[in-house]
């Protein structure tokens, strides 16, 4: 399988769950704005807010700008664009203003496009802002390892928030490619059950285990083989109840088969101090350890 990679800066983004090209879609982004916004980065939710402020102003400065002098002391399309900035935004510093009925309807058209911008951009950022989220750190590989003389397969994640998480569950599904007798090719989802698929409270760290029995597509060496050959893919699904803000939260995780090493466990990342506190190390949360270097450490520890 996978050799263990450099260690990673810590990050809490969930690898995206594949790519997909879709064909044949229309394109009508204005028909689901309001999830656009959501799924948007701030960078771009901040970028398209300050294009449609300015792009509003500059419209407007050019309907000042089709009747001179409709604004008093506007004298060109730049003057215009200040006071149109000036009115939407309700400052109205006084040097400029309507002098022409032209002028005054256009101020009123513009005054009621600002309050109903004003109340958008609010409730879009509030809403977004307000976006239950999981900042769950998930291992960048997933180990196979026997725990009491069974091999499990195993994911470690760790609450990066280091809130309380009520009623946390995770749901693992193997997506494999099969052929049918017909000769069709189709992706089919099977679920990995765990031995503990959740817990009354995520504070700290978790490791999820798979039992490899005789159930398992993982059972045998050939089997991993073939699973590694189709590309299959490890889906992880987590939900849980975020009680600091009492709402629900769900996030998820992909992992490659190339990305499963065999005969390696985790690096400990949780020790406790004589008083009892209990200490979470982040730097070494995707480190694992072979099989042949605990057996070449516990020789020396022997020794010692």
């Given amino acids: ?21 879709i064909l044949g879609r229309e394109f009508a982004p204005h028909k689901d704005v309001y999830h ?12 398209g807010m300050a294009v449609m402020f300015f792009g509003a102003n500059a419209i ?16 060109d399309y730049e003057d215009a664009f200040y006071f149109s900035i000036q009115t939407l935004g309700t400052i109205g510093y006084g040097g400029m203003s309507p002098a022409t009925r032209f002028g005054h309807m256009v101020v009123s058209v513009e005054a009621f496009s600002g ?3 004003t109340a958008m951009f609010t409730g879009l950022t509030f809403a977004k802002f307000a976006k239950p989220t999981a900042r769950v750190l998930f291992s960048k590989v997933a180990v196979i390892y026997p725990r009491d003389g069974v091999p499990h397969l195993m994911f470690r994640m760790a609450n990066f928030r280091a809130n309380n998480v009520v009623e946390a569950t995770l749901r693992v599904t ?3 490619t099969e052929k049918t007798r017909e000769g069709e090719t ?8 765990l031995t503990r698929p959740s817990t009354s409270l995520f504070l700290l760290s978790w490791t999820a285990m798979h039992k490899i029995d005789e159930t398992s597509p993982f059972y045998t060496a050939e089997n991993r083989k073939k699973l590694l050959d189709e590309k299959a893919e490890l889906f992880l699904s987590f939900t849980g109840l975020d009680e600091t803000i009492a709402a629900q939260i769900h996030t998820r995780y992909r992992y490659l088969m190339s990305e499963v090493i065999e ?12 008083d009892g506190t209990r200490v979470l ?9 072979k099989t042949e270097e605990l057996a070449v450490a516990t020789a020396r520890s022997g020794d010692a």
């Fill in 1 to 21: 399988m996978a050799e263990p990679g450099k260690k990673r800066t810590v990050s809490t983004t969930p690898v995206s769950m594949t790519s997909v090209q």
């Fill in 36 to 47: 656009l916004v959501l799924r948007a980065p701030w960078w771009a939710f901040f970028a």
């Fill in 60 to 75: 407007f400065a050019a309907i000042y700008s089709l009747s001179p002098g409709c604004i008093d002391h506007v004298n």
């Fill in 115 to 117: 309050l109903i911008m």
């Fill in 174 to 176: 193997l997506m494999v």
């Fill in 186 to 193: 189709m992706r089919r989802a099977v679920d990995m059950p």
């Fill in 263 to 274: 005969n390696a466990r985790f690096a400990d990342i949780l020790t406790i101090k004589p």
């Fill in 281 to 289: 190390d982040y730097t070494n949360f995707d480190e694992v350890i």
